[in-house]
RNA sequence: GAUCCUUUAGCUCAGUUGGUUUAGAGCGCUUGCUUGACAGGCAAGAGGUCGGCGGUUCAAAUCCGCCAAGGAUCACCA
């Protein structure tokens, strides 16, 4: 990039300066006695990689450590992976299956070594995506939930919570996954409504020339009927209490059962039962001592007890047993039907629900305090509707199924002794030995009569422990970094996240630590298209994140991505966005040059207008960082953005740049560039957070800097006391240079053409200290008051103040009539307004004092206002 | 089905405990401006009966009720 260049060059500046931030180890933090301040990374999954929402959601993060550690706080960005149990070793499979390796060959240890290899060949790309962003993450601090450490916290906290009789062992109908089959939890079941179709079947009577018809959308659970069941006061079938019917196909008898569960409204009424298959029909099954078949096998397949159909798909069965029906003469109809199914988040096939042994977390008592720290405002969610959410799960929740029939995670550490209940959990074999002998009483026991568990736990099983773990404080509580870093400060996520994650979090927190895990939950949208259609790969509308940046540059990316990002709310992405960041890096790039552009003079004086500028800016920017701080602290940091954007653009480049700028080639004086300079570094200041590459590359050059100095490190400035008076009267100023540009262009006078302006002042309102800036900006030779009302010029008026610009014939009087009517009409319509409040006894009597007199001064306002524009028009028309 | 949220300019959103001008911003749009930091720019401008109806109040985008549309979460009947 070279000095003269017009365009900023995002790709070089990118790279040098991240390098730069790398070796002299900017990002690391290690405890001291400043404050701390910490986010630890929501883990991406180790083999992803990087999409536009992980983009929002760690610029966020950026932006938030990199302000606090310009607060001069001990800034920790702790990054990481999690193993994603149910991704890796889907994908570890379908790897070997390319090979022609079928998993279950292989043994558990071999197994594993093939997923390491897939993880560290595969694994961590997103991490160095993340650098490409900007990242200023502690780098040293990398974890993942496999780690040593963190399997060592996981398998602990299971040992605790097991010794406090929270985690059991229990046969439950769960979420079977039969692709990857294993279970997965309620949560992890997306439901989809479907076009399907209701069967209706007739069973035969026994020793009755009768049938009974059922309706089912899934007629190849049928070999798995044990019974059919009817509503008590159904008077259709009341003669059928006691009787027994046979299942066509497979010819069981099984009883007709009754019970109030039955909707009579719903088919026909009679529902079949299939216990092992569907929830209901599991607890139909428990309170009517039903026998149970599980007609399925792991892969979705039909089992032997299914006595038919063997090892084929379910799907294929429903065709095939349909036809069978029918043939055989027991389908009676099939209708249309949309129902809800559940499907598999990480594999998308549908799940199957199964009765299988498993381990679970009771969750009734341990959510207590977590309910109660986000009411109470301990923890603070932002937005705070989120709250809500999260109260109704919360408050409804149910056992969390912590296990999964996989084998890429952390191994569930119970053995067993004998046959499958008897078993201990313990940290390692030794343990778990003597464990053994004391429970059986056997100190014949070796370790070759224990089995381990096969099964490994969910993996938010290890990320729920994150931010303790990742400062190793389940392993060694009092150590000094979980001391110092725990809690954290703000945890950046995505509201689909709240209950895997966010909940469980403070579970964790509460329970290992007792204290929230993190003060504040920021909650970010979803990244959208321009349809508010989600991202995804199917529909191809999610650009690639990388590819933006190196088209528009991190500093673009992150910015398009902030500017429109209300929190909680979806951020609908178009190429727009980061092209506007692009722009205005750009315009940042270009207000350097000009300030940079030319030749400093000691010898000359400073122009009055410069002086007036610069000190109107010092006020505008304490002003408006004192709210920047306060849109900080509440999170909102598109309205942050948006503030640091208008004041470099409009105030500081469009105001300030435009009044002090020196006539073309003229030299600028040492005052106003030492002062320009000043206020150009705090800019750059308050834009590094948002923009980081492009800051530090200005910063730089602006001054000569030492080896290892950053931006990053720079104090961040802090709001100071402001003089309102002093940005009101430049503001009038502002109103009247639009006023005058406004004349300009509706006259089609040329910027070149320079004119006279005269004000005509009774009441002295107007503060002739801004002339110098006036006549800066429009092009005046002759700023005057005059007591004599000028023939011949346009009129405008700012405040009660009335200003004249002489134009002889360029005026055309009638449209200048119109013109001041129109203004004249709004006025007189306001005054009617305050009028009305003013008239109105009630108001008068019950209003506050100080809005009364509010109400009392823009009558007078107005009043004079109108005064002066009907004088104009007066003098127009005569 | 239950609970919750949203509805303000063409689009995306601000709008504090009701009262500083008969509502603001960014983008988009319209018009004008090429020697001057930047056309990836500058300047000016148009555009809204604050979803609808009713109520409370001296005063409602803001509080309350009903209705309508959209969305989210949870649950789920075969």
């Not at 002889?808 to 009517?821: F, H, M, P, S, W």
Request: proline residues 4%; contains cysteine; hydrophobic residues 35%.
């Amino acid at each position: 990039m070279t000095e003269t260049s017009t365009k900023y060059n995002s790709k070089n500046t990118e790279i040098k300066w991240y390098q730069y931030w790398l070796e002299h180890k900017l990002f690391k933090s290690v405890p001291d006695t400043r404050e701390p301040f910490t986010i630890v990374i929501p883990p991406p999954n180790v083999t992803g990689v990087l999409h536009m929402g992980h983009i929002l959601n760690n610029t966020i993060q950026d932006i938030l450590i990199r302000r606090a550690r310009m607060q001069g706080k001990n800034a920790c960005w702790v990054p990481g992976t999690d193993h994603a149990s149910i991704a890796t070793e889907a994908k570890v499979v379908n790897k070997l299956a390319e090979e022609g390796i079928d998993k279950h060959s292989v043994s558990r240890e071999e197994f594993m070594d093939h997923a390491w290899d897939w993880t560290h060949k595969h694994g961590g790309i997103i991490l160095e995506q993340l650098k490409k962003l900007g990242a200023s993450c502690d780098w040293d601090r990398t974890k993942f939930t496999l780690d040593k450490d963190l399997s060592e916290s996981v398998i602990k906290v299971f040992i605790d919570l097991y010794n406090k009789g929270l985690i059991y062992r229990g046969i439950r109908m769960v979420n079977w996954d039969t692709k990857a089959k294993t279970a997965v939890s309620d949560e992890e079941v997306e439901y989809k409504d479907e076009k399907s179709k209701l069967y209706y079947v007739k069973y035969k009577i026994v020793d009755m020339n009768e049938y009974i018809t059922i309706a089912t959308t899934r007629p190849e659970t049928i070999l798995g009927d044990t019974a059919v069941c009817v509503h008590p006061d159904d008077s259709r079938y009341k003669h059928l209490h006691g009787k027994q019917v046979i299942i066509p196909l497979i010819n069981r008898e099984v009883p007709i059962i009754i019970d109030d569960y039955i909707d009579i409204e719903f088919g026909t009424g009679a529902l079949k039962v299939t216990p092992a298959h569907d929830e209901n029909d599991y607890r139909l099954g428990e309170k009517h001592n039903l026998q149970s078949f599980n007609v399925f096998n792991d892969n979705g397949t039909m089992s032997k007890e299914a006595l038919l159909y063997e090892n084929i798909d379910r799907f294929e069965v429903r065709k095939i047993i349909t036809d069978d029906l029918d043939k055989a003469g027991n389908l009676v109809k099939i209708e249309d039907y949309t129902n809800r199914v559940g499907y598999s988040q990480r594999t998308q096939v549908p799940i199957e629900p199964k009765l299988s042994m498993q381990w679970f977390l009771k969750m009734q008592d341990i959510v207590k305090p977590a309910i109660e720290k986000v009411n109470d405002e301990t923890i603070n969610f932002s937005p705070k509707r989120f709250v809500n959410t999260y109260n109704h799960w919360m408050e409804n929740i149910r056992d969390w199924n912590i296990s999964r029939q996989l084998w890429w995670g952390h191994q569930i550490p119970a053995y067993y002794i004998s046959g499958t209940n008897d078993f201990v959990v313990a940290e390692n074999i030794e343990t778990a030995l003597k464990l053994a002998r004391e429970k059986n009483k056997n100190n014949n026991l070796t370790i070759n009569d224990l089995k381990q568990d096969e099964d490994v736990l969910d993996t938010w099983f290890s990320s729920w422990l994150w931010p303790i773990s990742v400062f190793d404080g389940i392993r060694f509580p009092e150590n000094e970094e979980i001391k110092y870093y725990y809690p954290t400060n703000v945890l950046a996520t995505g509201h689909d996240i709240i209950f895997f994650w966010v909940a469980r979090m403070i579970i964790a927190g509460y329970e290992f630590r007792n204290e929230f895990p993190f003060k504040n939950v920021y909650f970010t949208g979803m990244v959208r298209d321009e349809q508010r259609r989600k991202m995804s790969k199917q529909l191809g509308n999610s650009p690639d994140p990388l590819h933006l940046i190196d088209e528009y540059g991190a500093d673009g990316v992150r910015f398009g991505m902030m500017l429109c990002s209300p929190a909680g709310g979806d951020l609908l992405y178009s190429d727009s966005l980061p092209e506007q960041g692009r722009n205005f890096l750009n315009k940042i790039w270009n207000a350097y040059r000009l300030t940079q552009s030319r030749e400093v003079d000691d010898e000359i004086k400073q122009p009055e207008h410069s002086k007036i500028a610069l000190d109107w800016f010092n006020e505008k920017f304490n002003e408006q960082i004192a709210k920047l701080d306060e849109l900080y602290d509440t999170f909102k940091l598109s309205e942050a953005l948006m503030l640091v954007y208008k004041l470099f653009k409009d105030e500081f480049s469009s105001w300030l740049l435009e009044i002090v700028k020196p006539d073309y080639q003229k030299p600028i004086d040492r005052k106003t560039f030492t002062r320009l300079n000043e206020y150009f570094e705090q800019l750059l200041q308050i834009l590094h957070p948002f923009m980081p590459f492009i800051t530090e590359e200005l910063w730089h050059q602006l001054r000569k800097r030492n080896a290892g100095e950053s931006i990053m490190i720079s104090n961040m400035p802090k709001p100071k006391p402001f003089h309102s008076k002093i940005i009101n009267n430049f503001d009038v100023a502002k109103d009247i240079i639009t006023q005058i540009r406004t004349v300009r262009k509706e006259k089609n006078i040329s910027y070149k053409t320079k004119f006279k302006l005269f004000y005509s002042d009774n009441t002295n309102s107007f503060n002739s200290e801004l002339q110098s800036v006036i006549i800066r900006l429009c092009g005046i030779e002759n700023f005057s008051k005059t007591d004599i009302k000028p023939e011949g010029a346009t009129h405008f008026v700012v405040k009660k103040t009335e200003f004249f610009i002489p134009l002889g014939t360029l005026i055309d009087t009638d449209a200048e009539i119109k013109r001041l009517k129109e203004e004249l009409n709004y006025a007189q319509g306001f005054l009617n307004s305050v009028l009305k409040k003013l008239s109105n006894e009630r108001f008068v009597k019950n209003a506050p004092a100080d809005v009364i007199e509010k109400e009392t001064m823009k009558q007078a306002d107005a009043e004079a206002k109108i005064k002066a524009l009907e004088e104009q028009i007066l003098n127009l028309n005569s």
